[in-house]
């Protein structure tokens, strides 16, 4: 029977000579806008999921490829370590730090000159403001502590103008905001300082945390975690150690015990990166070794469920990222509500990254590779990244900097509604285009990745009709989407029980959409 079954040689796209069709099947697939699924087994995915999603995004009811980048600022003198925004009422600044300086990144170009030199480009900041302005605070754990007031920099230590005093500020490598106080983190210690409310600078004030942590290590993270997603009395102080405890206060004023009072402390997880808090929306995530977790989960919880973490459909590949790239640089969860997804960035090497994303509606998980990113920056509506020497705008177009974008989505493994052998011979894929796109189709078989492809180029007239002048069902309107009329195109496939369908594009003027696709197959019997 296998032998009667051999693929026969096929041109792409062309439908082959006509067989049976009385033992010819038919099955449908949604596309999987379940995402991407690294945590289960791959013989009862759901088929609404995916083994791998590359470049493609998981939509509500189907999947796309993402959108492009453009180089923002280029040619800065060293790698780029961090993008800064400072947001005031009426300016809003983007600024990006080497280990050489501080650069003014705000307008699309050639990088200019350093607004002033430092000696490391990893800073910690925070936008704070008071009866006197908006200021954007910046430490980093060598340089003084640096304040830009919407005009002026001004370098802050003991002898300042305005001066902050009780510690030196070169020491400080962390600060937060939290109940209208600036909080710091001392360099490779247990010891937080404070100021006073609507202050950054004044009497710095110590708050020594080591008693509390059984696990040794040192605080390098602060942050803020409320049960009324806003700033009321249910806000609380989160510190986070590095060997994965953290510390959680609530109240306003740390100086009195009667406003200030310790909830507990949790073993949340060892953190990755030197920046493992991110804000989602009134929760606080931390990266660890164990995939990304919120804090609310050992809050209102005496039980810890893993599977309740945000990412548990990618925790095993999250666990091996972690675990292989754990001490690379350029770590960093963040959030683009403009786009619709959280991202984990993940530094594979010193100069290449990729980043797990997620749709913040579905859950649902992907991966973007090719922005090789060392840090990222929400500023006004954009998203924007550090790249090597260059800031890059993130999430424009339909190119990485003019070059094609590559994109692979291969589907669950599928019976396709009979348990015994089959051989795949067509499908028909429900696509949408919105440019010249090379698509190409295959069939993965019993988890192998089979390799050959069938390619079809879509070649999209450009759009020349004129309202009331030409034919209407004849002429080709300008920037609409294409749809793709489905038609059954041969398939390269082996003989199997399970199949996935691949799906890759690469294009450099369009996106893609897709939503399903129709399987014709033969039954072969069980053996």
Sequence with gaps: MRGSLRQQPFRAGVKPQPINEANGQTFTLPAPYGGWNANGNLSNMPATDAVQMDNFFPGITDVMTRRGCDNWVTNFPATVKRLMGYEGPLVRKLFASTDAGVFDA?????????????????????????????????????????????????????????????????????????????????????????????????????????????????VVATGNWTLDNGSGQDDYFVILTSRGQAAVYQGTDPSS?????????????????????????????????????????????????????????????????AEAYQYNYGWQTAVFRNGNFLLINVPYSVTQSFQCVMNLTTKAWCRFTNWNASAWEVFGDNLYFAAGSNVVLAWTGAADNGSPISATVVQAYNYLKYGGQKEV?????????????????????????????????YIIPNGTGIWDTSHWDAAVWANNTYPIRPSWLTVPAELGYLHAFRLQSISSSANVTWTATNFLYRPAGVL
């Design 425 to 457: 011979t067509l499908v028909r894929p429900h696509i949408l285009v919105t440019g010249p796109t090379t698509v190409s189709y295959g069939m993965d078989t019993d988890f192998k990745n089979f390799g050959g492809m069938s390619m079809i180029s």
């Design 257 to 321: 015990s009667t406003t200030w009072n310790l909830v507990g402390v949790y073993d949340v997880g060892i953190p990755v990166g030197d920046r493992p808090i991110a804000q989602y929306g009134g929760d606080l995530l931390i990266m660890t070794r164990n995939g990304l977790v919120a804090i609310s989960q050992f809050i209102q919880s005496s039980v810890i469920d893993r599977n309740s973490s945000i990412t548990v459909k990618i925790q095993g590949a999250l666990l091996d990222f």
């Design 106 to 218: 705000t307008s699309a170009g050639t990088a200019g000159a350093a607004i002033f030199a430092c000696s490391n480009g990893r800073w910690s900041y925070v936008n704070f403001s008071n009866s006197g302005g908006n200021f954007l605070v910046m430490v980093n754990g060598q340089d003084d502590m640096r304040v830009f007031d919407g005009s002026t920099w001004k370098a802050i230590n003991a002898v300042s103008t305005p001066a902050l005093t009780g510690v030196a500020t070169s020491s400080l490598v962390y600060v937060n905001l939290f109940k209208k106080r600036l909080w710091f983190v001392e360099n490779n210690s247990m010891n937080l300082w404070y100021l006073d409310a609507d202050a950054f600078a004044g009497t710095a004030h110590q708050f020594p945390v080591g008693s509390l942590f059984t696990k040794g290590g040192k």
